[in-house]
């Protein structure tokens, strides 16, 4: 049975920070930004939206009356969640319209958490092959202002169905996991902000796909020639390309050469968007499939996930005929396109804005999914979907 991706979409908010006027702003050489880690763009989003408005508007794009019937799982892989208990995808499940017999939870492990969230749904769909999951990924990366992390935050959602009849890729079991218990970059309770060894985290991030890759070489007898393209979680677009470099000296070099092709038309969105955390590597599929004019049905992609902290894993799916017919290019770019440029200054405002949760707040946000209301620590949202 073929168990894989449906469909996928992302949302990210109408706002952004150009990179060179922030670098020049903290006094940074732009190059720094622009090329050091590669980034021009990043997104950011007023306090009337929150991950859940992220992930609706994502999942809007994709969702049919069919699939809300068919759907009897909702997951969301989130490291932003606001709330210790109840789960965001609970309340997505309501907004959104997912049929009442279904289950909704959240899970978390830094940047890794909707890789978890496929693996439980693809063993949900073996089991129930007429049904079908809907997994996001939901975050808002934020470091502060004026510090080092800050170039590399970001935000927004991938939404993606998993069905046993994936249009665009069927999902393999050849899959290598890793776990190391490193404090790379973690966020204690009651933290507004991620501590991070940078130093340490880019070297883990490395030698885990290092790890990985290589285990994968050695227990399925394939290498560089069998994939099209590799994709890789993208906290800021050097990185990747840092870890594919580390190990494309054993390579050909027309294995070398369409690797790094490939790699720059996945890294064509998250250029202009920043981290989305745990949908940093479904942001550089999607840009990979729209902007590569190479891949064919039948090309074999290879998927590298890393959550902080640290948990890896390196899996692999088969692109399907006619998967191009599936995908959202036009209003991908044109939801990047039509995003409102922010001054630093109002940049800087719109993030310090601060919302009291133990009072009333109201919202008047355009968006067809946003904070409307916040009342005793409860969220109301907008909910104008149509289909």
């Not at 732009?30 to 997104?43: E, F, N, T």
Request: with cysteine; glycine share 6%; proline share 4%.
């Amino acid at each position: 049975m073929k168990v894989g991706i449906d469909k996928i979409s992302f949302f990210v908010p109408p706002y952004y920070v150009d990179m060179a006027e922030l670098a020049t702003a903290r006094a940074v050489d732009p190059g720094k930004y622009l090329i050091g880690i590669g980034q021009s763009q990043m997104a950011i989003g007023p306090s009337s939206q929150d991950i859940v408005t992220y992930a609706a508007n994502a999942a809007s794009n994709i969702l049919t009356k069919e699939d809300k019937e068919a759907i009897d799982l909702v997951i969301v892989g989130t490291e932003s969640s606001f709330d210790e208990s109840k789960a965001s995808a609970v309340i997505l499940h309501r907004l959104l319209g997912i049929q009442e017999f279904a289950r909704a939870f959240e899970i978390k492990e830094a940047c890794y958490g909707a890789t978890a969230g496929i693996e439980a749904a693809k063993n949900h769909i073996r089991q129930h092959p007429k049904s079908k999951a809907l997994v996001i990924a939901a975050d808002i990366a934020r470091y502060g202002l004026n510090n080092g992390g800050e170039p590399t935050q970001g935000a927004g959602a991938v939404a993606m169905i998993i069905s046993s009849e994936p249009k665009i890729l069927a999902l393999s079991e050849d899959t290598v996991n890793l776990t190391q218990d490193i404090y790379d970059f973690w966020r204690p309770t009651g933290h507004a902000y991620p501590l991070v060894d940078g130093p340490l985290s880019n070297e883990t991030y490395i030698n885990s796909f290092k790890k990985v890759y290589t285990r994968y070489e050695e227990i399925y007898q394939e290498s560089f020639d069998t994939f099209a393209a590799l994709a890789f979680h993208i906290p800021y677009t050097k990185m990747g390309r840092k870890a594919l470099q580390a190990v494309l000296p054993k390579a050909t070099p027309q294995d070398q050469e369409r690797l790094l092709a490939r790699y720059e038309e996945s890294i064509t969105y998250s250029r202009q968007v920043g981290n989305l955390y745990t949908g940093s590597l479904y942001l550089g599929l999607i840009s990979l499939l729209e902007n590569s004019t190479s891949l064919q049905a039948g090309d074999k992609l290879g998927l590298f996930s890393y959550g902080s902290g640290a948990v890896s894993q390196f899996f692999t799916g088969t692109l399907q005929p006619g998967y191009e017919k599936q995908l959202l290019p036009d209003h991908h770019k044109a939801l990047l396109t039509n995003r409102t440029k922010l001054s630093v200054f109002e940049y800087e405002e719109m993030f310090k804005e601060a919302v009291d949760y133990d009072a009333t707040t109201t919202f008047n946000d355009p968006l067809p999914f946003s904070i409307t209301t916040i009342k005793d620590n409860i969220r109301f949202y907008r909910n104008e979907d149509t289909k």
